[in-house]
Nanobody
Framework: QVQLVESGGGLVQPGGSLRLSCVAS????????MGWYRQAPGKQRELVAG???????NYADSVKGRFTISRDGAKNTVYLQMNGLKPEDTAVYYC???????????????WGQGTQVTVSS
């Protein structure tokens, strides 16, 4: 059974940083495309950052230069380092694991339960 468990969310002031973690079980995250998505109230879920099996990254324009996705194969964990947080980054962040042949669109693969990130002063 595949499980993705996110952690690291919370309340942070604008300009602050958070690191989200996604621990995978039931799969080897090194062999999947791993992504972080977010959904803000009243908005559609969107890709924030993706990391392919081959190591290529893909970022939403709104987070380029501020967020970094990485993977620790030994810990079977994917991270999202978020710096320079803005109020518009407030959302529930979800971890996703999808087959390597998949693109980043659609509700494909396995999803975590989500972790809330709130950026507010």
């Amino acid at each position: 059974q595949v499980q993705l468990v996110e952690s690291g969310g919370g309340l942070v002031q604008p300009g602050g940083s958070l690191r989200l973690s996604c621990v995978a079980s039931g799969i080897n995250a090194r062999f999947y495309n791993m992504g972080w998505y977010r959904q803000a109230p009243g908005k559609q879920r969107e890709l924030v950052a993706g990391l392919t099996r081959g190591g290529s990254t893909n970022y939403a324009d709104s987070v380029k230069g501020r967020f970094t996705i990485s993977r620790d194969g030994a810990k079977n964990t994917v991270y999202l380092q978020m710096n320079g947080l803005k109020p518009e980054d407030t959302a529930v962040y979800y971890c996703n694991a999808r087959p390597p042949a998949s693109g980043w669109n659609g509700s494909v693969g396995n999803w975590g339960q989500g972790t809330q990130v709130t950026v507010s002063s």
